[in-house]
C-alpha cells in the first residue's frame, strides 16, 4: 500500500514539473554584417523549434502581436530604410486567429541596414514577437538586445 502511494505521488510530481516547465520555442542571435567602410546590416536572426511560427511584421488588425524592432536613437546612425525580412514567409490559414497570416518557420531573418556618421560603440534596441503552434500561443515577449562595433568581429553571432 505504501509503494502504490509513493508511486502515484511520484507520478504527480512529475506530471506537474513537466507542465511547469517554461516554453521558450525561439532563441534569437544577433550579428553584424560590413558592407562598406560605413554601412553594415544589422542581423536578428530566430532559430524555432519544429511546429512553432513567429509571425510577420506585416499582420493585419485583430491579429497576432507582430515582431517588430525598435532601435534607440543615435545620433551618429542613420537607418536606411526599414527592417527586411529575409526569411521564406509562409502565408496561410492560422486556426489561433481565424485568419490568413504572414509567419515563418524553422528561422526568421530580419536586417536593418545602418551608416554610421560618427564614433557608435553600441547600437541598442528591443525586440517584441509572439510565437505561437498549431494549438497554443505563447504570450508577446520582448528582448533587448545590442550590437557592439568595438569588441566583435565582423559576422560574430553573440547571444543576448
Same mark, same amino acid.
Given at each position: ?17 513537466? !507542465?511547469? !516547465?517554461?516554453?521558450?520555442? #525561439? ?29 510577420? !511584421? ?6 497576432? #502581436? ?22 521564406? #514567409? ?20 530580419? #536586417? !536593418? ?48
Amino acid at each position: 500500500m505504501i509503494r502504490k502511494i509513493i508511486f502515484i505521488l511520484s507520478f504527480f510530481i512529475v506530471v506537474f514539473s513537466l !507542465q511547469a !516547465q517554461v516554453l521558450e520555442p #525561439v532563441k534569437w542571435k544577433f550579428s553584424t554584417k560590413k558592407i562598406s567602410p560605413n554601412e553594415y546590416e544589422l542581423v536578428l536572426k530566430a532559430k524555432i523549434d519544429s511546429n512553432w511560427h513567429v509571425y510577420s !511584421q506585416d499582420i493585419p488588425d485583430g491579429g497576432p #502581436v507582430p515582431t517588430s524592432i525598435k532601435f534607440i536613437a543615435n545620433k551618429n546612425v542613420e537607418f536606411i530604410g526599414k527592417v527586411e525580412e529575409r526569411s521564406k #514567409v509562409i502565408k496561410e490559414y492560422d486556426s489561433n486567429f481565424s485568419m490568413v497570416l504572414k509567419f515563418y518557420a524553422n528561422e526568421a531573418e530580419f #536586417v !536593418q541596414k545602418v551608416k554610421l556618421v560618427g564614433d557608435v560603440d553600441t547600437i541598442k534596441g528591443t525586440l517584441e514577437f509572439m510565437s505561437c503552434d498549431n494549438k497554443q500561443c505563447l504570450p508577446p515577449k520582448e528582448e533587448e538586445f545590442a550590437f557592439n562595433f568595438n569588441d566583435r568581429p565582423n559576422g560574430t553571432f553573440h547571444y543576448i
